[in-house]
């Protein structure tokens, strides 16, 4: 039997994930490394903006966490990246280490 796996499946293995990333939205400024991780990469927003069709100023909003993501757009960052989406989220535990 080929059972393909669904977004829903994809949440709910992440539901940890994201709780702490709502719970770190409502307690830091910072609450995703998308900057990060296009800096390591040495990746541009406008390409990051490009390959998602959003606009500059929608992308720089996330970039300097004015906005957040949708969880939608959260894992198709993730993939254009080539990181797992726990790496795109900033929780309590790794800013103390």
Request: aromatic share 10%.
């Amino acid at each position: 039997m080929n059972k393909s796996i669904s977004f829903f499946d994809i949440g709910l293995n992440h539901f940890n994930y994201l709780a702490t990333f709502k719970k770190s939205c409502s307690k830091n400024k910072n609450m995703n490394r998308i900057k990060e991780v296009l800096d390591k990469k040495g990746l541009k927003q406008t390409w990051l903006a490009e390959q998602l069709g959003k606009s500059y100023n929608m992308v720089n909003g996330y970039v300097k966490n004015r906005r957040q993501p949708k969880l939608e757009i959260l894992f198709e960052i993730a993939k254009l990246l080539e990181v797992n989406v726990k790496d795109l989220i900033q929780d309590d535990e790794n800013k103390k280490g």
